[in-house]
């Protein structure tokens, strides 16, 4: 009978020491969930589609820290973009108006557009805007949207270009936490400046507020990115550029015709160069705007046989696949 009530006493204690090791570890995850600095939800992966595109990694080094979540408005600006039309073409008039999507005003060879899929405004003055800079830099953009939007965002040039004509194009990219904002289009830049004789003569401005939302969003490590970047329902997407087959395949293939299309159906074997982080822009309904690792590719067509090797740009989602959710 002492034995039986001994081995009661010792299976209580074990039954009651594995309820308390229970409570405990419960306890540490609900404490981890509500000091988490993460989300306690997944996040909408705007940024991206999915591409059936392989890319190969190789050596390429991955930043894996933290990233935060910027919302973008969907405030629109158009009385900035009236005021700024008057201002710079004082005779322009309103040519079209369709509400809520576009908009522009013309006089002569002035013109000023507000197209709001993008929320950009394009703008071109034959007179040209004074400025008296030698050559543009990001804070020259700073001051042009400060003065004519009111905005005091920050910017980086990420290239010019000399134009036949004479005039200079120099490319930018907003910049928030010191990284850059891109667009798929326009040497991936999100503004341009253009300046002849000392004047602005044409441009292109993203409007859109991007605000930051706070919450943290880690970084997937490089092992992890090697291991999901190839599943088809990673979101990823791959941008050729078919520049260097203007002496090759373009000479004899129209860019616009379907044979061209299935020509850029073959490309494959995607390697990768290098890498950097950046937050990738679409549209103003795009919603969220997450840390993106952009990488620089090499990438193979093939036409009659032969195979042309090409320069792409790779976009890829770059937060810890547990904390986004993707469309199906």
Same mark, same amino acid.
């Given at each position: ?145 400060? @003065? *004519?939007?009111?905005?005091?965002? $920050?910017?980086?040039? /990420?290239?010019?270009? !000399?134009?036949?004509?004479?005039? #200079? &194009? ?70 050729? @550029? *078919?520049?260097?087959?203007?002496? $090759?395949?373009?000479? /004899?293939?129209?860019? !616009?015709?379907?044979?061209?299309? #299935? &020509? ?65």
């Amino acid at each position: 009978m002492p034995n039986m009530e001994k081995r009661k006493k010792r299976i209580l204690i074990i039954v009651i020491g594995i309820f308390v090791i229970a409570l405990v570890v419960t306890l540490y995850f609900v404490y981890k969930s509500q000091t988490s600095p993460y989300p306690k939800e997944a996040i909408p992966q705007d940024s991206l589609n999915s591409t059936t595109e392989t890319i190969d990694l190789g050596n390429t080094e991955i930043e894996a820290s933290n990233g935060y979540l910027y919302s973008v408005s969907k405030t629109v600006m158009l009385d900035k973009v009236i005021e700024f039309a008057k201002s710079i073409s004082p005779k322009a008039v309103q040519t079209i108006n369709e509400k809520g999507s576009y908009y522009e005003w013309r006089n002569g060879e002035d013109y000023v557009i507000y197209e709001l899929e993008q929320n950009t405004v394009i703008f071109a003055i034959k007179q040209g805007i004074t400025w008296n800079e030698a050559s543009i830099n990001g804070y020259s953009f700073t001051q042009f949207v400060n @003065n *004519y939007f009111g905005k005091n965002w $920050t910017y980086s040039i /990420s290239t010019s270009a !000399k134009q036949p004509t004479g005039e #200079t &194009i120099y490319y930018a990219k907003r910049t928030i936490e010191d990284l850059n904002v891109e667009m798929v289009l326009n040497n991936q830049s999100t503004d341009y400046l253009a300046t002849k004789d000392g004047k602005i003569v044409y441009g292109k401005i993203l409007l859109s507020e991007l605000t930051k939302v706070g919450e943290k969003l880690p970084l997937i490590s490089s092992s992890d990115l090697d291991k999901y970047v190839n599943l088809s329902s990673y979101p990823k997407e791959i941008y050729p @550029n *078919y520049g260097p087959l203007q002496t $090759t395949i373009l000479n /004899s293939v129209d860019y !616009k015709s379907e044979d061209f299309d #299935t &020509i850029a159906k073959t490309l494959t074997n995607c390697k990768s160069n290098s890498s950097s982080i950046i937050y990738l822009y679409k549209s103003l309904n795009q919603g969220n705007l997450t840390p993106v690792y952009k990488l620089d590719l090499q990438c193979e067509l093939t036409y009659k046989d032969t195979v042309y090797t090409i320069p792409a740009i790779g976009y890829v989602n770059a937060i810890d696949p547990q904390y986004i959710s993707t469309v199906e």
